[in-house]
Protein backbone atom coordinates (compact mmCIF):
# COMPACT_ATOMS: atom_id res chain seq x y z
CA UNK A 1 0.00 0.00 0.00
CA UNK A 2 1.09 3.46 -1.27
CA UNK A 3 2.25 5.93 1.51
CA UNK A 4 3.91 9.32 1.46
CA UNK A 5 6.93 8.92 3.49
CA UNK A 6 9.71 11.70 4.15
CA UNK A 7 13.43 9.87 3.87
CA UNK A 8 16.64 11.89 4.99
CA UNK A 9 19.00 11.24 2.71
CA UNK A 10 22.97 12.68 2.64
CA UNK A 11 21.25 15.55 4.08
CA UNK A 12 18.40 16.19 1.84
CA UNK A 13 14.68 15.39 2.62
CA UNK A 14 12.75 13.32 0.00
CA UNK A 15 9.21 12.65 -0.04
CA UNK A 16 8.29 9.56 -1.72
CA UNK A 17 4.73 8.40 -2.24
CA UNK A 18 5.46 3.93 -2.18
CA UNK A 19 4.82 1.23 -0.65
CA UNK A 20 6.62 1.47 2.73
CA UNK A 21 7.29 -2.25 2.66
CA UNK A 22 9.64 -2.14 0.13
CA UNK A 23 13.15 -2.59 0.47
CA UNK A 24 15.36 0.80 1.21
CA UNK A 25 17.76 -0.58 -0.87
CA UNK A 26 14.73 -0.43 -4.11
CA UNK A 27 14.13 3.09 -3.06
CA UNK A 28 17.44 4.61 -2.98
CA UNK A 29 18.24 2.50 -6.05
CA UNK A 30 15.56 3.01 -8.23
CA UNK A 31 13.83 6.06 -7.05
CA UNK A 32 16.33 8.31 -5.69
CA UNK A 33 19.44 7.18 -8.68
CA UNK A 34 21.72 6.04 -5.74
CA UNK A 35 23.50 3.43 -6.75
CA UNK A 36 26.47 3.41 -4.79
CA UNK A 37 24.89 0.60 -2.97
CA UNK A 38 24.38 -2.46 -4.70
CA UNK A 39 21.93 -5.90 -4.69
CA UNK A 40 24.35 -8.61 -3.59
CA UNK A 41 22.54 -11.37 -2.06
CA UNK A 42 19.34 -9.94 -1.02
CA UNK A 43 19.55 -11.17 2.32
CA UNK A 44 21.38 -8.82 4.30
CA UNK A 45 24.68 -11.36 4.70
CA UNK A 46 26.89 -10.11 2.03
CA UNK A 47 27.32 -6.31 2.74
CA UNK A 48 27.37 -4.78 -0.24
CA UNK A 49 24.23 -2.90 0.22
CA UNK A 50 25.64 -1.39 3.23
CA UNK A 51 24.13 2.34 4.36
CA UNK A 52 24.19 3.81 7.44
CA UNK A 53 21.21 4.72 9.07
CA UNK A 54 21.54 6.76 12.71
CA UNK A 55 24.84 6.18 12.81
CA UNK A 56 24.11 2.18 12.04
CA UNK A 57 25.58 0.54 9.67
CA UNK A 58 22.61 -1.37 8.27
CA UNK A 59 21.95 -3.78 5.26
CA UNK A 60 19.55 -2.42 2.87
CA UNK A 61 18.44 -4.57 1.09
CA UNK A 62 16.53 -6.01 4.42
CA UNK A 63 15.27 -2.98 5.70
CA UNK A 64 12.22 -1.94 4.85
CA UNK A 65 11.24 1.83 4.03
CA UNK A 66 8.38 2.39 6.59
CA UNK A 67 11.82 1.50 9.20
CA UNK A 68 13.39 4.46 7.98
CA UNK A 69 11.48 7.47 8.80
CA UNK A 70 12.88 10.32 10.54
CA UNK A 71 16.47 8.64 11.00
CA UNK A 72 19.54 9.97 8.82
CA UNK A 73 20.78 7.56 6.61
CA UNK A 74 23.94 8.35 4.57
CA UNK A 75 25.19 6.68 1.85
CA UNK A 76 28.20 6.43 -0.39
CA UNK A 77 27.23 9.30 -2.58
CA UNK A 78 27.08 11.38 0.41
CA UNK A 79 30.81 10.76 1.88
CA UNK A 80 32.36 13.39 -0.28
CA UNK A 81 32.17 16.98 0.54
CA UNK A 82 32.33 19.67 -2.12
CA UNK A 83 34.47 17.42 -4.62
CA UNK A 84 36.98 16.16 -1.89
CA UNK A 85 36.95 12.42 -1.20
CA UNK A 86 36.58 11.34 2.59
CA UNK A 87 39.25 10.08 4.03
CA UNK A 88 37.78 6.63 3.94
CA UNK A 89 37.70 7.10 0.31
CA UNK A 90 40.63 8.03 -0.12
CA UNK A 91 42.74 5.57 1.98
CA UNK A 92 40.73 3.42 -0.14
CA UNK A 93 42.63 4.50 -3.16
CA UNK A 94 45.96 4.72 -1.43
CA UNK A 95 46.20 1.04 0.17
CA UNK A 96 44.63 -0.64 -3.24
CA UNK A 97 41.79 -1.81 -0.89
CA UNK A 98 39.80 -2.75 -3.97
CA UNK A 99 39.75 -4.54 -7.13
CA UNK A 100 36.44 -5.09 -8.81
CA UNK A 101 34.76 -2.69 -6.42
CA UNK A 102 31.59 -4.46 -5.87
CA UNK A 103 31.31 -4.56 -2.71
CA UNK A 104 33.98 -1.52 -1.97
CA UNK A 105 30.75 1.00 -0.95
CA UNK A 106 29.33 -1.11 1.52
CA UNK A 107 32.75 -1.85 3.16
CA UNK A 108 33.41 1.87 3.21
CA UNK A 109 30.15 2.36 4.70
CA UNK A 110 30.63 0.34 7.34
CA UNK A 111 34.34 1.39 8.34
CA UNK A 112 32.61 5.04 8.20
CA UNK A 113 30.16 3.61 11.21
CA UNK A 114 33.34 2.08 12.89
CA UNK A 115 34.89 5.53 13.01
CA UNK A 116 32.04 7.72 13.94
CA UNK A 117 31.92 5.28 17.30
CA UNK A 118 35.10 4.45 17.35
CA UNK A 119 37.53 6.83 16.21
CA UNK A 120 40.73 4.94 16.84
CA UNK A 121 39.97 0.94 16.60
CA UNK A 122 42.58 -1.56 16.39
CA UNK A 123 43.21 -4.18 14.00
CA UNK A 124 40.81 -6.68 15.58
CA UNK A 125 37.67 -4.11 16.02
CA UNK A 126 38.20 -3.35 12.81
CA UNK A 127 37.79 -6.89 11.31
CA UNK A 128 34.88 -7.38 13.80
CA UNK A 129 33.14 -3.90 12.00
CA UNK A 130 33.79 -4.93 8.69
CA UNK A 131 32.84 -8.63 9.93
CA UNK A 132 29.62 -10.04 6.93
CA UNK A 133 31.13 -7.36 3.92
CA UNK A 134 32.52 -9.98 1.75
CA UNK A 135 35.22 -9.73 -0.80
CA UNK A 136 35.96 -12.09 -3.50
CA UNK A 137 38.76 -10.06 -4.95
CA UNK A 138 41.30 -8.43 -2.67
CA UNK A 139 41.54 -10.58 0.73
CA UNK A 140 41.06 -7.86 3.20
CA UNK A 141 44.20 -7.21 4.39
CA UNK A 142 44.22 -3.46 2.09
CA UNK A 143 41.29 -3.19 2.89
CA UNK A 144 41.79 -3.51 6.88
CA UNK A 145 44.88 -1.12 6.11
CA UNK A 146 42.81 1.76 4.10
CA UNK A 147 40.72 1.88 7.73
CA UNK A 148 43.77 1.91 9.52
CA UNK A 149 44.81 4.75 7.33
CA UNK A 150 41.65 6.70 7.43
CA UNK A 151 41.94 6.44 11.65
CA UNK A 152 45.42 8.04 11.74
CA UNK A 153 47.40 5.31 12.03
CA UNK A 154 50.74 4.96 9.84
CA UNK A 155 50.40 1.61 7.64
CA UNK A 156 53.46 2.69 6.12
CA UNK A 157 53.79 2.32 1.65
CA UNK A 158 50.40 2.72 0.16
CA UNK A 159 50.23 -0.78 -1.26
CA UNK A 160 51.95 -4.07 -0.98
CA UNK A 161 50.93 -4.29 -5.21
CA UNK A 162 49.91 -1.61 -7.41
CA UNK A 163 46.29 -0.84 -7.57
CA UNK A 164 45.92 -1.34 -11.16
CA UNK A 165 47.56 -4.32 -12.85
CA UNK A 166 49.24 -3.47 -15.89
CA UNK A 167 48.28 -5.25 -19.16
CA UNK A 168 50.84 -6.77 -21.27
CA UNK A 169 50.59 -6.03 -24.98
Known amino acids: MAEITELVVNGTRHRLDTDTERSLLSVLRDDL ?39 PISTIEGLEINGKLHPLQEAFLECGAMQCGYCTPGMIMAAASLLQSNPHPSEAEIRHGLEGNICRCTGYHNIVKAVRAAAGEDVGAASERPAVMPVEA
Open 33 to 71: DLTGAKYGCGEGRCGACTVVIDGKATRSCVTQLGDCGGK
